[in-house]
């Protein structure tokens, strides 16, 4: 297995909604990041785990909250969203725990919240 | 804060043509790592090429090789004999201790 997943690919979510953001990868790397995209916008690191745990939290709001539970799992949960938040949600995965090395990305998802 | 920029928005090329991409950036420090990551729409993003800033060589990968300018601050990509299936969004990305930035992007079209 050579990619990485996301689910879902789309999600619609009032700013009262709590829902999560899942991504996977079988590939044994061992970092794992999330980054937000908006439209026609470059991705933005948000978080990277490293060996399953946080290594860079780039600011993010608390609204905002990872979880890595195993090496394989990452998960980015969300409660009281706004709607600036509305972007496609990037997940990627590396070999080493470095972020200079080469990521792997996922496809996103696409959320839009209401 | 290390910033990245990226001149040109929007280029097209014919396919088979030669096309580069400019990236350019600015930081202090010395030893870094530059990528050109691709975005086709509504597709995964994926590594173009990777350049280590202590290596004097430019990084090459099959069709596509940079042209790394180490004093300049300079890193542009060149695509040879395009292919339809070039055609995407390019980023430039600065990596640097904790630091990933990427560049705003330059969208390519390769026409038939």
């Known amino acids: 297995d050579t990619e990485v997943t996301q689910t879902p690919k789309h999600l619609v979510m009032g700013m009262t909604n709590k829902k999560s953001l899942k991504c996977e990868q079988h590939?044994?790397?061992?970092?794992m990041y999330w980054y937000k995209q908006k439209a026609k916008k470059p991705p933005e690191l948000m978080f990277v785990?490293?060996?399953?745990?946080?290594?860079i939290n780039e600011s993010v709001p608390s609204r905002f909250s990872p979880e890595c539970p195993n090496s394989s799992l990452l998960n980015l949960h969300l409660h009281a969203l706004q709607p600036e938040d509305s972007a496609l949600y990037l997940c990627?995965?590396?070999?080493?725990?470095?972020?200079?090395?080469?990521?792997?990305f996922g496809p996103g998802t696409r959320l839009t919240v209401l | 804060a290390q910033t990245v920029t990226q001149s040109q928005p929007e280029m097209s090329v014919q396919e088979a043509e030669t096309v580069t991409l400019s990236c350019t950036y600015d930081t202090s420090e010395s030893n870094y790592y530059l990528f050109w990551y691709k975005q086709p729409p509504s597709r995964q993003m994926i590594l173009v090429i990777r350049?280590?800033?202590?290596?004097?060589q430019n990084a090459t990968e099959n069709r596509f090789s940079v042209n790394f300018q180490k004093a300049a601050k300079s890193f542009s990509l060149k695509i040879s004999d395009s292919q339809l299936g070039d055609t995407a969004m390019y980023f430039c990305a600065f990596v640097y201790g904790q630091n990933f930035v990427f560049g705003p992007g330059t969208r390519l079209s390769v026409l038939p």
């Open positions: 785990y490293s060996y399953e745990k946080l290594s």
């Open positions: 590939m044994g790397h061992r970092a």
């Open positions: 350049q280590e800033a202590y290596k004097q």
């Open positions: 990627a995965s590396s070999p080493g725990d470095r972020i200079t090395d080469t990521q792997y």
